[in-house]
């Protein structure tokens, strides 16, 4: 089976350009989790979605950041202007539906290495 | 708010010797803990999860028990193999509001030397 897919894998720009990271969770799963990973904070959920629905978006930065999901198999996470300070590795994380026993697991893609110049 | 600490590493450790990895965390309710580890370059992969207390979950010959009382999910391994460097992240998710949010440690890098 596919896992989580990510791309770009690497993503080198300079400040102040757009950046805009794509992930396809693995079919059938409900919800879509970003995540970004960082030396000095460790793994942060960013934002997530159920049934291509924002459920949570309270850890998103700032305004800079935005993702959308418009349809069950794909989403995107855009930052603009992009800074220094967002270098990171995001990642992408889908799981089923809580309901089947409520403690589904995170499938993680492999991340997109983001450095901003 | 919910939250995990895990020891911090790195941890450095010779084939074939014990681990131990702590984890303790604060959570309102009852929640569901579990254990992730990423190996270089990838992203997390589950390693074992609990979701009751004096649950133990296992996998790879790891081993966790879900203690109520210490509030702990210790990771534990008797005898480790090169190919268990990795960062170990231990998680929780809290039950409360339907929530599906895991709140993940820091992380405990762990390499095992020949």
């Known amino acids: 089976d596919a896992g989580v897919i990510q791309s770009p894998r690497h993503e080198v720009t300079e400040m102040g350009q757009e950046v805009t990271l794509r992930c396809k969770p693995i079919s059938g799963h409900d919800y879509l989790f970003w995540y970004r990973q960082t030396m000095m904070r460790g793994l942060e959920l960013l934002i997530y979605f159920n049934n291509n629905v924002p459920i949570d978006d309270s850890g998103m930065p700032e305004d800079r950041f935005s993702a959308k999901m418009p349809n069950a198999s794909f989403s995107t996470l855009k930052i603009q202007p992009s800074e220094p300070r967002d270098s990171a590795v995001y990642f992408c994380?889908?799981?089923?539906?809580?309901?089947?026993?409520?403690?589904?697991?995170?499938?993680f893609g492999d991340g997109t290495r983001l450095s901003i110049l | 708010g919910d939250s995990v600490t895990q020891m911090e590493g790195p941890v450095t450790l010779s084939e074939e010797a014990f681990l131990t990895i702590n984890c303790t965390y604060t959570?309102?309710?009852?929640?569901?803990l579990f254990w992730y580890v990423q190996y270089p370059g990838e992203g997390l992969q589950l390693l074992l999860k609990?979701?009751?207390?004096?649950d133990k979950g296992s996998n790879k010959g790891f081993e966790a028990t879900y203690r109520k009382e210490t509030t702990s999910f210790h990771l534990e391994k008797g005898s480790v193999q090169v190919s268990d460097s990795a960062v170990y992240f231990c998680a929780l998710k809290t039950r409360q509001g339907g929530s599906e949010k895991l709140v993940f440690g820091k992380g405990t890098k762990l390499t095992v030397n020949p």
């Open positions: 959570a309102t309710g009852y929640p569901s």
């Open positions: 609990a979701t009751k207390a004096d």
């Open positions: 994380a889908s799981s089923e539906v809580t309901g089947k026993g409520g403690n589904q697991p995170q499938h």
